[in-house]
Each structure stands twice: as C-alpha cells, then as structure tokens.
C-alpha cells in the first residue's frame, strides 16, 4: 500500500528564497508530524498535527517556518527567506492517534540552500 | 518536555559480536519506546517497540529492555551482521498534553565489521 510521500526529493533554493515542502501521509493517519535532520545529526521535531485540534508549534526553530494541514490530509511546510542553517532534510511521518502507535516516515526531502 | 539522551554515538563491532545501545528519558509520564533503523540515505524505520507495561520484549535477534523506575531502555542486537549497521534511533513518546510526539535520541551510528 502506499506509504508516506513526500516532495520534492530533493530541493536547492537561493540564501533568502521561500520554499514549500509537501507530505501526503497515509490515508486514515490523525496524527502528522515535521521533523528536521541535519547531517549527521538526530530527528529534531519541529511540528505536530492532530486531527482538528491545534497543532503543536513548540519546535519551529524561528517564524520563518510555518505549516498547515486540512483535516486529515495534506501538509505543507513553508520556509520563509530560507537560509544557510535551513540546510537539512525534512522528514514527515504520519501515524494512528494515540501513543504507542508506530510512526511511518516518508523518504524526506533533502534541502540546500546556498 | 521530554528529554531523551542515546549513548554510545558511535558503537563499532565485529561481525557475530553483540551490541547494545542505551537510551535515558526525563518525563516518567513517556509509555511508549520505538527504535528505528536509519540505513544511508533512507527513511527511518521501526524495528522494535516496547510499551511501558512490559519490562522485555525479544524479536530474532533484537530485544529491548526497559526499567522505568530507573527511566531507562536499551536495544540488543545480538549475532551482528554487516547488514545490521546503520544509524539507530530510540525515542519516548508522552501523553503529555494531549500531544503524542516522539522525541527522538541523537541517534547511534553501529558499524559491523565483517
């Protein structure tokens, strides 16, 4: 079956360039997370959507990065005048609500900003 | 917020050796502990789960413990193999909040060397 999905891949902007990171979780999945990887580094989490409750917003490093889902669907992870320090990859996974429930990741997509 | 500290970063053996990585946790509320395998360049995967109603939990040659009095969990890969090396995650997930967001250790780099 179809698992997490992410894109682009891979993505290199210009130092000061919006950018829009795509995850299409699996279907039925309430709970979406955003993790940020930097290389060689561990999962940094950034971002957590419930169903329709809020998300938890307690790990954006700085207002430049933002994110939204509808419902169940859908989430876009928007990075405002990107810069060098941005450079990571970008990890989504989705899972069932509740604890105790395993976390599928996507393939991630890997970002450069030079 | 929870706090999850992951030794050794670097662990090397020989093929056939076992390997153990040990994780610490600070939220005593955290009942649910996953360990993922990360191969190069891929997305994390889980391998292995424990629940905090268990105190060990065994499947082939993996197994992980966990001592909640003391906030603490370990994976044990035992006869290694080549295959076996990559970069290796634990996490506690808390329900804390009403958020079930799993925090990530920084990860164990295992080398296995044929």
């Known amino acids: 079956g179809a698992g997490v999905s992410q894109s682009p891949s891979n993505k290199v902007t210009e130092k000061g360039k919006d950018v829009e990171l795509r995850c299409d979780p699996i279907?039925?999945?309430?709970?979406l997370y955003w993790y940020r990887q930097r290389l060689g580094q561990g999962l940094e989490f950034l971002i957590y959507f419930q169903g329709n409750s809020a998300p938890d917003k307690s790990g954006l490093p700085s207002d430049r990065f933002s994110a939204e889902r509808t419902g169940e669907s859908v989430s876009t992870l928007t990075i405002q005048r990107t810069q060098q320090e941005d450079s990571a990859v970008y990890l989504c996974a989705s899972s069932q609500l509740g604890v105790g429930t395993e976390a599928f990741f996507g393939q991630g997509t890997r970002l450069t900003v030079v | 917020g929870e706090n999850v500290e992951q030794h050794p970063s670097t662990l090397s053996v020989q093929e056939g050796d076992s390997a153990v990585i040990k994780c610490t946790y600070s939220?005593?509320?955290?009942?649910?502990f996953p360990w993922y395998k990360q191969e190069l360049g891929k997305r994390p995967q889980l391998i292995i789960d424990i629940r905090s109603n268990v105190g060990e939990k065994k499947d082939q040659r993996i197994a992980v413990t966990l001592n909640k009095t003391a906030k603490h969990f370990s994976l044990h890969i035992t006869e290694t193999q080549p295959e076996d090396s990559a970069v290796y995650f634990c996490a506690a997930s808390s329900p804390s909040g009403g958020s079930y967001i799993p925090t990530f250790g920084r990860g164990t780099s295992l080398i296995v060397h044929p």
């Open positions: 279907s039925g999945h309430t709970a």
């Open positions: 939220d005593s509320a955290s009942n649910y």
